[in-house]
Each structure stands twice: as structure tokens, then as C-alpha cells.
């Protein structure tokens, strides 16, 4: 199984940035896939979660600039995230757990990505 993260980069306050993550080796349809962030000495924490049947969860923080979906046709996930702030800086990471119900801790899920770098910063 394979997780790929893209999109991380450097972004001015206010900016937009898209992460996209490319499952391989699962039944993406039957995964729920969530992206965690984790910034410089803070504990790993879920930001945006899509279970199988569509339920989303969103960190209070984010919600209402980060936008989660999945195309289970082409096996990504996406976090699409528009009025970034220098608090959203941090490494992301997309993950997958293969239960229909949102599952929150991290030592729960099944596979990880890499991680990708989102630096927020003017």
C-alpha cells in the first residue's frame, strides 16, 4: 500500500493551497481517509476526515477554509485550503483507516503517507 501526498509548499496569509493524496495497493472505497498535520513540538492532530459514506469532520480551526473529498474513480483524497494562516504551517499527512465510522486517534489508522510541508508565511 502506497499513500503520496502533493501539493505542500510555500504560501503568503490568505493564500490557497490544494493537497492531493494518490492511494495504491488498498480498496480505496473502503477507507476512511483523513489528513492529520503536525507542526515543530506539537503532537500529531486530525485536521479534515472523509469516511467511506461521505461524513466529514473538520478541526474547529479549519472549518469553513478547508474543504476535504475523495473520488474513489481515481483513488485521492483531497484537502483543498483557502484563507491559510501562519498557524496552519505544519507537515501533512494523508492517512487511511479501514473503518466506516470517523475514527480520530492516530494509532488507529492503517496506513500513512509521507508528509508534506505547508509553510504559511509572508
Known amino acids: 500500500v502506497q499513500l503520496v501526498e502533493s501539493g505542500g509548499g510555500l504560501v503568503q496569509p490568505g493564500g490557497s493551497l490544494r493537497l492531493s493524496c494518490a492511494a495504491s495497493g488498498l480498496t480505496f472505497s473502503l477507507y476512511g481517509m483523513s489528513w492529520f498535520r503536525q507542526a515543530p513540538g506539537k503532537e500529531r492532530e486530525l485536521t479534515a476526515a472523509?469516511?467511506?459514506?461521505?461524513?466529514?469532520y473538520y478541526l474547529d480551526s479549519v472549518k469553513g477554509r478547508f474543504t476535504i473529498s475523495r473520488d474513489n474513480a481515481k483513488n485521492t483524497v483531497i484537502l483543498q485550503m483557502n484563507s491559510l494562516k501562519p498557524e496552519d504551517t505544519a507537515v501533512y499527512f494523508c492517512?487511511?483507516?479501514?473503518?466506516?465510522?470517523?475514527?480520530?486517534?492516530?494509532?488507529?489508522?492503517?496506513?500513512w503517507g509521507q508528509g508534506t510541508q505547508v509553510t504559511v508565511s509572508s
Open positions: 492517512a487511511a483507516v479501514q473503518r466506516s465510522s470517523l475514527v480520530y486517534g492516530p494509532n488507529a489508522y492503517n496506513y
Open positions: 472523509i469516511t467511506p459514506s461521505g461524513w466529514l
